[in-house]
């Protein structure tokens, strides 16, 4: 014996049900889907900690030598100036384009950076170590007296060899070079003798 065909209300209902389990599925997978993608719209740990103020121990930097730390991508020097280097920075004013960061002072230093040694202690720089020309990384040179690319002068700085912009200890550029700018100095604060705070300055 056939089985009875179903009726037009059964076979609507069904219909129904199975439109409605259908969308209820797309709605479900849509939101799993969906929440990942605005997801990816919040920073990521990654990029938090880029933008964020970076700690050094200089504890253990001597005099006439550097360390560097990553501030936002970017290589931050800080340099242990000895009594000699920091002599023979009041000897070359003449020869620099800004001795005193006066031109775009916003762009290049903190107010507490605008003076002769561009720095809070005048024992250590802090900068960027990236050539306001196009980027390069320049070289230390801290040795005074001739070498070559250099003039037989030379007290001690820092040379970029891609274009030849050079740059005293105080990261300030020389006159007549590629280079527009001295190097910037960003935001810092010390936390104690030993403790140095980049990318904040708010207790400076």
Known sequence: MNAPLATDDTA????????????CAGVAGGLAGAVPFVASFAPSEKAKAAGAAVEADISALQPGFKMTVEWRGKPVWIVRRTPEQ??????????LADPFSERRPADQAPDYARN??????PEYL?????????????SDKFKSGPQPSLP????????????GST??????????????????IPPHVYLSDTRLLIGDD???
Request: glycine fraction near 8%; hydrophobic fraction near 35%.
């Open 12 to 23: 609507d209902g069904s219909k129904r049900t199975w439109l409605i389990a259908s969308a």
């Open 202 to 204: 708010k207790k400076a």
């Open 86 to 95: 920091l002599a023979s920075l009041a000897k070359h004013d003449d020869l």
């Open 152 to 163: 037989d002068d030379w007290p001690g700085g820092f040379f970029c060899p891609c274009h």
């Open 126 to 138: 802090v900068a960027v170590g990236i050539c306001t020309h196009l980027g390069c990384s320049p």
């Open 116 to 121: 002769a040694t561009r720095s809070i202690k």
């Open 167 to 184: 740059f005293d200890l105080a990261g300030r550029v020389y006159k007549n070079k590629p280079a527009p700018d001295n190097l910037q």
